[in-house]
């Protein structure tokens, strides 16, 4: 069974930190870009970081940069999304997503993404 498995999320204070993960299994990570998005209530769906195939292909929204950090283990088949110097505006659901076999840029763009998580819920309140 194909399926990616985020976690990590929970309640946090302002300037906290989460380390969300998403783990795949029946296919693999490598050879493919990664991206984690995120959705507010009443808002869509928005990317905050992403991954290419190479460590080197990063990008972040700008909401997010320098706070957050995007990695993959490709040993454990893992993609990690450390947060710190959370704010109350990180608070969503938060989705990882992968895209086929060969693709070596990434964006922010959904239609990109050929199979995505269930979403884990991130809240930053005092």
């Known amino acids: 069974q194909v399926q990616l498995v985020e976690s990590g999320g929970g309640l946090v204070q302002p300037g906290g930190s989460l380390r969300l993960s998403c783990a795949a299994s029946?296919?693999?990570?490598?050879?493919?870009?990664i991206g984690w998005f995120r959705q507010a209530p009443g808002k869509e769906r928005e990317g905050v970081s992403c991954?290419?195939?190479?460590?080197?292909?990063?990008s972040y929204t700008d909401a997010v940069k320098g706070r957050f950090t995007i990695s993959r283990d490709n040993a454990n088949n893992t993609v990690y999304l450390q947060m710190n110097s959370l704010k109350p505006e990180d608070t969503a659901v938060y989705y990882c997503?992968?895209?086929?076999?060969?693709?070596?840029?990434?964006?922010?763009?959904?239609?990109?993404?050929?199979?995505w998580g269930q979403g884990t819920q991130v809240t930053v309140s005092s």
């Open positions: 997503a992968a895209t086929r076999l060969g693709s070596y840029y990434c964006n922010f763009w959904v239609g990109s993404y050929d199979y």
């Open positions: 029946g296919f693999t990570l490598d050879y493919r870009a």
């Open positions: 991954i290419g195939r190479s460590d080197g292909i990063k």
